[in-house]
């Protein structure tokens, strides 16, 4: 029998096997219960959150033919055929590879047979959003008023991509971003069940780097078992996806806030040299610094980390947020290691910072200029004829020259 990933072995086949979508699940399962079932849908919301795996249970169930409480048997020959892929009322399609008006007419073509092996025909569209302007509008009437007997379930992770004609004529459900403690508990189950040996910091790691995604967390799980030979430990992570552990992430931004650039930029080589990804390093890096940012809004952190990090000046981590953000756009434009770089040594004028509440403690000293000495005035001698007052006048009276028309 050939390999079956993690990520599909363990893809939940009911309702209550989907970990952290219980809003979508109830939705769906009183929609079976109370007959309200309606004739299409959008699933939206963030990757590998179980949006095409929950379309297939609700078209289990709906052609189940013993469902219970809102839940497929999973044993009856209906249920095994849609877990086999051979259900033939059951239609999925990928709209990345078959996005076009072509592809639409087909679907209309079949929506107009009834349905062979089940109760309704179900088309799932996967990556809804990646069909033309031209399928979507061909596609239009055909969602707004189908035969009783079919339903459309459209998947998608760009939900503003879909038209709007479209989106007014589905009922949408949102399902959201899978949380850290749900990953962990998703891949302790995995774990479990093939008998891995991993420790909870080895848990932790790979939930964040999961990227908020139940089946981005399974591949990693799947990976690093395959390299370990199921004994997962931190060791092995670090040798796999390079310093992406809590404690190399702390060690890192302590070298920025202490401007310490020779050694940061040393680590940066290292991880470059060896082929590690340098953006999710430095995502792991600005998440880091996003946590010590909240922490400046807790009263009192538990972790002594966050505790020495809220001592500094707040000022320092906004700057450092700014640089972090930079670096990212420079990667996209430059050398990604070039761009790091230059992002360190920008975080580097960290040590010239000083907070405004220590200038507004200290004070400033402003000096007041220097009023130069009067000068003394002068002493005026009074004219020997007239007293000085009349001299004054006079002098500003003075005819230029004084003619004597009796001597010509």
């Known amino acids: ?231 997962v430990s931190i060791d092995i992570l670090k040798d796999m996806f390079g310093p992406v552990d809590r404690e190399s992430i702390r060690t890192f931004l302590r070298l920025l806030i202490e401007a310490k650039t020779k050694d940061a930029i040393s680590i940066v080589q290292k991880i470059n040299e060896k082929g590690y990804n340098l953006r999710l390093f430095w995502e792991n890096i600005y998440k880091e610094l996003k946590n010590i940012l909240r922490a400046f809004a807790v009263e009192e952190p538990t972790d002594e980390f966050y505790k020495s990090m809220i001592s500094k000046p707040l000022e320092t981590f906004l700057y450092l947020e700014d640089v972090i953000s930079q670096g990212f756009s420079a990667m996209y434009q430059k050398d990604a290691f070039l761009a790091l770089e230059i992002s360190i040594l920008k975080a580097s004028l960290i040590k010239d910072f000083v907070s405004i509440s220590e200038v507004l403690n200290k004070g400033f000293s402003v000096k007041k200029p220097e009023t130069p000495p009067a000068e003394e005035p002068k002493p005026k001698t009074a004219s020997k004829e007239y007293p000085e007052e009349v001299e004054n006048v006079l002098e500003v009276f003075k005819p230029a020259k004084i003619v004597n028309y009796e001597e010509k």
């Open 1 to 231: 029998m050939s390999y079956i990933p993690f990520a599909r072995k363990y893809r939940p086949k009911t309702f209550s096997e989907l970990i952290g979508q219980e809003i979508p699940a109830t939705i769906l399962k009183n929609a079976f219960l109370y007959d309200k079932i309606h004739h299409a849908y959008i699933f939206a919301g963030h990757k590998g959150t179980g949006k095409t795996t929950t379309a297939r249970i609700f078209s289990k169930v709906i052609n189940c033919l013993n469902p219970k409480d809102g839940e497929p048997c999973n044993e009856c020959q209906n249920c095994k055929a849609i877990d086999s892929g051979s259900f033939i009322d059951i239609v999925e399609m990928d709209a990345a590879s078959n996005r076009g008006i072509d592809e639409i007419r087909n679907i209309k073509d079949g929506a107009s047979y009834m349905p062979m092996q089940g109760k309704k025909k179900i088309y799932i569209i996967d990556e809804a959003h990646m069909l033309t302007k031209e399928a979507f509008n061909a596609l239009l009437k055909t969602i707004e008023e189908p035969p009783p007997s079919l339903m459309f379930i459209l998947c998608t992770t760009e939900f503003d991509k879909i038209i709007p004609t479209i989106q007014s004529r589905c009922q949408k459900i949102v399902f959201s971003k899978a949380s850290k403690q749900n990953i962990k508990k998703y891949l302790s189950y995995i774990a479990t069940k093939e008998y891995i040996t991993i420790d909870e910091e080895s848990l932790e790691l790979l939930a964040e780097l999961s990227d908020d995604s139940m089946r981005d967390g399974a591949s990693l799980l799947d990976q690093a078992n395959t390299y370990a030979n199921g004994n």
